[in-house]
C-alpha cells in the first residue's frame, strides 16, 4: 500500500510563489509516473502536470512556464515549484501516482490510471 501525503500550501499573494510537497512511502519501485492535479469548488478535477518515470514532464497550458514539477528519489518527494501565481491557480492541490507493477524479473508495468491520491493542500492566491 502506497500513501501519499501533500504539505506546502498555504495563502499568498498573486505574483509570489510556493513549493509544494507530496511524500510517498515505500520504496521508489511502488510507484512510477506521478502528477499534482488541482480541484477548485465547482470545477472539475485538472491535471496541473505529470513527471514519468523517465523524468519527463508534462504541463497544463495554464501553468506551462510558471509551475515546474521535479522529485528526489532518495527522498521519495515529489514536488511543485509555483512561481508567478494567478488568482485562478486557487485550489486544492492533490499528489497522485500510477501502481508499478512487477510482471517478470526485470520487466515493469505501470497502469494507465493514477492509483494513489493524497488528501489534498490548500493554496489561495489572492491580489
Known amino acids: 500500500q502506497v500513501h501519499l501525503v501533500e504539505s506546502g500550501g498555504n495563502s499568498v499573494q498573486a505574483g509570489g510563489s510556493l513549493t509544494l510537497s507530496c511524500a510517498h512511502s515505500?520504496?521508489?519501485?511502488?510507484?512510477?509516473?506521478m502528477a499534482w492535479y488541482r480541484q477548485a469548488p465547482g470545477k472539475e478535477r485538472e491535471l496541473v502536470s505529470l513527471?514519468?518515470?523517465?523524468?519527463?514532464?508534462t504541463y497544463a497550458d495554464s501553468v506551462k512556464g510558471r509551475f515546474t514539477i521535479s522529485q528526489n528519489n532518495a527522498v521519495n518527494t515529489l514536488y511543485l515549484q509555483m512561481n508567478s501565481l494567478k488568482i485562478e491557480d486557487t485550489s486544492v492541490y492533490y499528489c497522485?501516482?500510477?501502481?508499478?507493477?512487477?510482471?517478470?524479473?526485470?520487466?515493469?508495468?505501470?497502469?494507465?490510471?493514477?492509483?494513489?491520491w493524497g488528501q489534498g493542500t490548500q493554496v489561495t492566491v489572492s491580489s
Open positions: 515505500g520504496y521508489i519501485v511502488s510507484v512510477c509516473d
Open positions: 497522485a501516482a500510477k501502481r508499478r507493477t512487477a510482471v517478470l524479473p526485470g520487466v515493469w508495468r505501470c497502469d494507465g490510471d493514477f492509483s494513489y
Open positions: 513527471i514519468s518515470s523517465r523524468g519527463a514532464t
